[in-house]
Every structure is written in C-alpha cells, then in structure tokens.
DNA sequence: ATATACTTGACAAAAATAGTCAGCTTTGTT
DNA sequence: AACAAAGCTGACTATTTTTGTCAAGTATAT
C-alpha cells in the first residue's frame, strides 16, 4: 500500500506550480531544483499530467509549466490517478477486466475492494492543490513563530 | 495502488477460515484447493497471520489453522497491515522514519499521505469478516434466484 | 513408529520501479 | 536567418519488489 514515486513527485511538482499560480509558467528545471527531483524523470511526469490536460506547458524561451485549471479545481486524486492508474485495488476491478474473476459474482473480496477504492478516491479527491496553498501559509506562519523546532531537521528524504 | 497478492490471497484464506468457523481446523490444503493458490506459499502467508495472532494453527493429523477471534473481531485491515505493512503511503509516515524528510513540518505532502492514510486504515477496519460471511449468503440467495447469470463467467482471474 | 501438518530459511524467475540518455521539435529574441 | 531556451519523445538499464518454489526441518495425534 504505497504509492510510487511518480505520484508523489506529480503532487509535489504541481504543487510548485500551483505556488506560482498568476505569475507565468515555471520552468521543469525550476520545480527540479526545488523539489530536488531528476530533470529527466520530471520530464516525463508532467509530461504525462499535460497529456491528461491537468497542466499546460508553453514551448520556446522564457517557456515552462502552467495549472490548466484554478488551484481549487484540481485536486490530489487527478494526479494519482493520472500518475498510478485507476485506483483498482485489485486486478478484477480495472476497467474491461471484469469478467476475468472465476468466481465473480460469488466473489466476496470484490465487494471489499470496490468499498476500499471508493473511499480512497473520495478521499484524494477532498484536496485540492487550493487546500494545499493554504495549508503551507498556515505552517509558515507557525515556523515563524517558533522557529527553534527548524533547527533539529536534517537528513535527505522526501515525503 | 494496488494491494500485492500477498494481502488479496491472506483476505481470501483468512475467509475460507472463517467459513470453517466452529467446525474445527481446516489445512492449508483445502484452503489452497478452494482458492487457487499456491500451498508452499499459502504456507507463507498463513505463517505471517499466524505469528501475528490473527489465526491459530493445530498441529499433527487433523490439524489445520483457525480463527483466534470471533469473525465479527477480524477485519480486513487486520490482515493487510499484517501483510503488507504498515498503511504509510509514503515512506517519511513509517515508524520511526520521521525525521528523514528534509522539509518536515515545512512538508504539505505529509499532510496529504496522513489524511488519506487514514481514511484507508478506516475503510479496511470497517469490514469484518462476519460481514463477508453475511454478504456472501446474501450473494448465493441471489444466484439461486437468478441462475442464468452464472454461465456466462469464465477465465481464471481472481479477485 | 509414523503419517500428517506446521516452521523456517534460502533461493530464483519475473515484473515493476526509478531513473538515464540522446536526439528531436517548437518558439521567442536578436 | 540564426540561435538558444525550453519542452517532447522513445529507447534503454539498473535496482528493487513481488511472487513464488524448494528443501530440510519440528511438533503431535493415533
């Protein structure tokens, strides 16, 4: 029960795009570097959330990335989704291969699956990168506030 | 997002266990044949519920494994945490792992994976196996009723 | 004793993941 | 027109995880 590294790069990177929502499009490079991901693999994610025409990309200098829609309108679940394929927690559920269960409409498994998978998708679909913005202005604030907490951080991983 | 077949087959065995319930151990074999799944690593995988406590295994002829709980104390996610770790969709959530992520309480994506990690944990803990035991006899009442349905399935998928 | 059944650890093929790399196309600027 | 910035695309590969198999045990009822 993990999501791959696609999906979580895909949200941090539109979440930097989202954090440069009104001010022009972001360079691949830019969300890289800031996010600390590879240029390359970058690449082919958002190329990806283009293609799905959750962002926008903008060819030739002074080009770069833009939110197709408002922050409020896109939400975690369109890029996981779009990054993990559908949320089919289980083989017999993804689309046009139902009919492969033998047991099918005997089979109890698939009742839980389909509630469990329900239930994700709602929940990845209650954020929305808005959320996401507001929450960062929220934790600045606090950081602020108690800046001595900043101090004990160290380490390389990323959520 | 998917669940591996470690945790799909240990929900299965672990509900032809529960079908057994009050009949004595059922063996491996039979839940194997039942199934469909390998008996070397059936082995495995009961092992590992076994260890946890979730079931109880009887050793010598007439042996077998049981339930440790009543039906309606098990739940799905008690055997998918066991099988499959821990729910922590990204790595910075797992035990003990928590000062690795670089940007910590600056980290908006941890307050995604938290959230939905939760609402995961939640659905799975909210179906026992005496629901599935319930829901199958309303299943089987119906394919009497409707006995057509049935020949139309085939292949060998499972759920 | 012995047959039945669980226990444990080592091993291996196959699939998925996580990138890397090279060369291309588009487009604004000079 | 030429150039450089920036995205586009597909092929390739190393690593890790998954999905098992296999073999050699140990425990126990009859």
């Known amino acids: 029960m993990k999501l791959s590294t696609k999906g979580k790069y895909g949200v941090r990177a539109v979440y930097e795009i989202a954090r440069h929502f009104g001010r022009g499009p972001i ?3 830019e969300i890289a570097d800031r996010q600390g991901i590879s240029f390359s693999y970058l690449e082919q994610i958002l190329h990806k959330l283009g293609k799905a025409g959750l962002i926008e990309s903008v060819r030739g200098p002074a080009g770069g990335y833009l939110l197709a829609r408002k922050p409020a309108e896109l939400t975690i679940g369109d890029i996981v ?10 083989h017999c559920l993804e689309p046009g291969e139902a009919g492969d269960c033998y047991q099918a409409d005997d089979c109890v498994a698939r009742m839980v699956w389909t509630k469990v998978g329900a239930k994700i998708e709602e929940a990845l679909d209650s954020i929305s990168f808005e959320d996401l913005l507001t929450q ?8 602020i506030l108690k800046p001595k907490k ?3 951080l160290a380490g390389k991983g990323v959520c």
Do not use: F
Not at 136 to 143: A, G, L, N, P
């Open 27 to 29: 360079t691949i490079k």
């Open 81 to 90: 989704r779009t990054l993990e394929g559908p949320i089919a927690l289980s």
């Open 136 to 143: 960062q202005q929220v934790q600045q604030k606090e950081i």
């Open 150 to 152: 900043k101090a004990a």
